[in-house]
T-cell receptor, first 113, second 109 residues
Framework: IAGITQAPTSQILAAGRRMTLRCTQD?????MYWYRQDLGLGLRLIHY???????GKGEVPDGYSVSRANTDDFPLTLASAVPSQTSVYFC????????????FGPGTRLTVL | GQNIDQPTEMTATEGAIVQINCTYQ??????LFWYQQHAGEAPTFLSY????GLEEKGRFSSFLSRSKGYSYLLLKELQMKDSASYLC??????????FGVGTTVTVRA
């Protein structure tokens, strides 16, 4: 059982390029989330999806887009990367029911030059 | 929105006890979580409190007072492997989590 996986593990990207971070879970969780983690700022929610076919904006959505075509996949796209998007990105999933915790993927370290 | 405060760093000796405090101000409350995160790794779930009181799980305990907007995580019999960052997170009614910046605990021999 893989749980939740992310790809790539790390990436160096030129500013202005388009990039999609992949996230897949095999736990049949309804809810999925994307966070970025920056030193001194903690984890901040970018976008979320409570169920397949729906998405919502988190605390820092600008410059990012997501889609949720099915239960398992929740890709995060940077349409035109900027250096301030250099961060560690974590995908997470949750059954969505009250009391259930979120399970985190291993993270993607992204550097935008 | 949520405002979550916790100390940024704490240091303790192996075998000792450390208490990490977390205070929060929220527009909605549906539970408080504690996560552990080792350097370079993903956060992993430690505890969940939604009602007032103490939840004990082995060497780790978590306490919640909703009226005071206060929680703490208690780590007993500290081990070197407990050196990590501990994240306090509050969940709103829409299952979204807001995280504090995390408390880095260093355990010394």
């Amino acid at each position: 059982i893989a749980g939740i996986t992310q790809a790539p593990t790390s990436q160096i990207l030129a500013a202005g390029r388009r990039m999609t971070l992949r996230c897949t879970q095999d736990m049949r969780h309804n809810a999925m989330y994307w966070y970025r983690q920056d030193l001194g700022l903690g984890l901040r929610l970018i976008h979320y999806s409570n169920t397949a076919g729906t998405t919502g904006k988190g605390e820092v959505p600008d410059g990012y887009s997501v889609s949720r075509a099915n239960t398992d996949d929740f890709p995060l796209t940077l349409a035109s990367a900027v250096p301030s998007q250099t961060s560690v990105y974590f995908c997470a999933s949750s059954p969505g029911t009250s009391g259930s915790e979120q399970f985190f993927g291993p993270g993607t370290r992204l550097t935008v030059l | 929105g949520q405002n979550i405060d916790q100390p940024t760093e704490m240091t303790a000796t192996e075998g000792a006890i450390v208490q990490i405090n977390c205070t929060y101000q929220t527009s909605g409350f549906n539970g408080l979580f504690w996560y552990q995160q080792h350097a370079g790794e993903a956060p992993t779930f430690l505890s969940y409190n939604v009602l007032d009181g103490l939840e004990e799980k082995g060497r780790f305990s978590s306490f919640l007072s909703r009226s005071k907007g206060y929680s703490y995580l208690l780590l007993k019999e500290l081990q070197m492997k407990d050196s990590a960052s501990y994240l306090c997170a509050v969940r709103d009614g829409d299952y979204k989590l807001s995280f504090g910046v995390g408390t880095t605990v260093t355990v010394r021999a």
